[in-house]
Each structure stands twice: as C-alpha cells, then as structure tokens.
Antibody, heavy 122, light 107 residues
C-alpha cells in the first residue's frame, strides 16, 4: 500500500521560510510525478506545484511562483517544498500527492498524504 | 486557464437517496475529469477518472458521466459514510490542474 507522510509544517512569520517534506513508502517513488496541493481554511483544493519523476520538469502555480521550490530525492523516496517569502495567504493544509504517471501531463492524483498545516503569523 | 464550476454548492439528502452533482468546464476538456471525495480529517480520495471510470476500490454506487464541458457525479443509495465534500478536477493537458469549488454532501 502506498503511503505518503508530510512533515515540516508549523508556524512561520510573514516573510519567513519553511521546508515541507513528503516521505513515500510502498511504491516505486522514482517512477511517478509528484505534486503539492493545498487547502486554505474554509476553501477548496488548490494545485500549486508538480515535478516529473526524474525531477527535470517542474511547474508552479502563479500564486507561489518565484517563492516556492519543489524538489525530490529519489534515493530517499522524498519530495520537498521549500517555501520562502511566506505570506499570510499561504496559510493552508499542504498535501503531497502522487501523480498517475511519470509526467505532469494529464495527471490525476491517486494517493495523497494526510497533510501538514502551515500557519503564518507575526 | 480552464475554470470549473460545481452545483449545487451543498446538498442534504437521506440515507438511500440518489444525488447528482454537476461540474461545468469553461472550455471543452474532452473526458479529462476526475472526481474526489474529501471527508473531514482525511486526505482526498479519487473516485472517478476519465469522466466515468471507477477508481479501483471505490464503491460501485459512485458513477460519473458527461463529456466536453458538462460532467456529473451520481451517488446512488447514499450512505452515512458518503458525508464529504466532492470536487471535480480537470486534467486536460498540463498544469495547472484546476478543481471545482466543491459540493458539500450532508445527511
């Protein structure tokens, strides 16, 4: 059974930085694209970033472009999201999810972690 | 970017009822729609992909339909464990992969 476990969330000051991690088990992590999505309080799901299986192709939503960086370590079965210049509107539960192929095209999300909460306050 | 709308935004039904949720896309997305169930405190779970294909392990009382710009998710024989928010997602091409605003189902 595929399991994804996020960590690294917490309280950060506006303008601060945080690194989220997502550790995968039970699957061939290196064969699948991975993604980050978030859900702000009282809001719906928002897709924010994706990375191809080999790490060569990345995508960022406009809301996080230039501030967040997605990366992966296939030797450690771990996905990362480096968050910088964090803003109040970044408050959300952040989910990592596995794509259903190696690429970012035509992707659904077949496994999700339980999420990690990022709070922003001075 | 493609936008998705859902209706209704919420509904209340009884155990055993059949309910239908609609998702509309701002442009033709062929059949590249997935439906997710998001129960409180749990991660989202994909139920349907390619508009009408049931995800392995999803209960058969869930069914999808539609194409191009109009899609539906139908829950037959509603159960208490179906209380959740349901989202449609398009995946026609590359990201961004937009989600609809969600439909909250209550009993």
């Amino acid at each position: 059974e595929v399991q994804l476990v996020e960590s690294g969330g917490g309280l950060v000051q506006p303008g601060g930085s945080l690194r989220l991690s997502c550790e995968a088990s039970g699957s061939s992590f290196r064969n699948y694209a991975m993604h980050w999505l978030r859900q702000a309080p009282g809001k719906g799901l928002e897709y924010i970033s994706g990375i191809s299986s080999d790490g060569t192709i990345t995508y960022y939503a406009n809301s996080v472009k230039g501030r967040f960086t997605i990366s992966r370590d296939n030797s450690m079965d771990t996905l990362y999201l480096q968050m910088t210049s964090v803003r109040v509107d970044d408050v959300a539960v952040y989910y990592c999810a596995r794509g259903d192929s190696a690429w970012l095209l035509y992707s659904t999300f077949d496994y999700w972690g339980r999420g990690t909460l990022v709070a922003v306050s001075s | 970017d493609i936008q998705l709308t859902q209706s209704p935004s919420s509904l209340s039904a009884s155990v055993g009822d059949t309910v239908t949720i609609t998702c509309r896309a701002s442009q033709d997305i062929s059949n590249y729609v997935a439906w997710y169930q998001h129960r409180p405190g749990e991660p989202p779970k994909v139920l349907i992909y390619a508009a009408y294909t049931l995800q392995s392990g999803a209960p058969s009382r869930f069914s999808g339909g539609g194409a191009r710009t109009h899609f539906t998710l139908t829950i037959s024989r509603l159960q208490t464990e179906d209380v959740a928010t349901y989202y449609c997602q398009h995946y026609n091409g590359g990201p961004p992969f937009a989600f609809g605003p969600g439909t909250k189902v209550e009993i």
